[in-house]
């Protein structure tokens, strides 16, 4: 069962003010198929971003909250998206952001935040020319998903 954390909540919504005052519209929250799962997803007229959203009380392990994006939780969200774009047929370019927040546990108030545009580029996915020409393809589980153009 799906337990939600009031920490990540406010993380969530924070981020997603963050995308709608860059003129964002929010698509989904806690998005998941099957074992997948982003926690935002927004879109404007060209791009898609898929955002991972860290909220924490604390520093752990010496790592600010967005920092605990390692290379599998990347994966996993790429899996995730790929997922989103097949099932949505959505043909816009692709982003991953990463937003890190600590609140306060008492107050509930945010004492930091981050939010990285393009925090990272997924590996399986590939772009044209090395730079956005409106041509991109992932492989994902031996199908290819692209774009039309």
């Given at each position: 069962?799906?337990?939600?954390?009031?920490?990540g909540?406010?993380?969530?919504?924070e981020?997603?003010?963050?995308?709608?005052?860059?003129?964002?519209?929010?698509?989904?929250?806690?998005?998941?198929?099957?074992?997948?799962?982003?926690?935002?997803?927004?879109?404007?007229?060209?791009?898609?971003?898929?955002?991972?959203?860290?909220?924490?009380?604390?520093?752990?392990?010496?790592?600010?909250?967005?920092?605990?994006?390692?290379?599998?939780?990347?994966?996993?969200?790429?899996?995730?998206?790929?997922?989103?774009?097949k099932?949505?047929?959505?043909?816009?370019?692709?982003?991953?952001?990463?937003?890190?927040?600590?609140?306060?546990?008492?107050?509930?108030?945010?004492?930091?935040?981050?939010?990285?545009?393009n925090a990272?580029?997924?590996?399986?996915?590939?772009?044209?020319?090395?730079?956005?020409?409106?041509?991109?393809?992932?492989?994902?589980?031996?199908?290819?998903i692209?774009?039309?153009h």
């Amino acid at each position: 069962m799906f337990v939600t954390n009031p920490i990540g909540i406010i993380g969530e919504e924070e981020a997603a003010k963050i995308l709608k005052k860059k003129g964002f519209k929010i698509l989904e929250h806690n998005w998941r198929m099957g074992h997948l799962e982003v926690d935002l997803i927004a879109e404007n007229r060209k791009e898609i971003v898929f955002v991972e959203v860290k909220a924490r009380t604390c520093i752990l392990n010496g790592k600010m909250p967005e920092e605990n994006v390692d290379e599998i939780k990347q994966r996993r969200i790429t899996a995730a998206a790929n997922a989103y774009i097949k099932y949505h047929k959505i043909d816009k370019k692709p982003r991953f952001d990463v937003a890190g927040f600590l609140v306060d546990r008492n107050t509930k108030e945010i004492t930091y935040s981050c939010y990285l545009e393009n925090a990272f580029q997924p590996q399986i996915r590939t772009i044209s020319s090395g730079s956005y020409s409106g041509k991109w393809r992932w492989f994902h589980r031996g199908k290819t998903i692209g774009s039309k153009h």
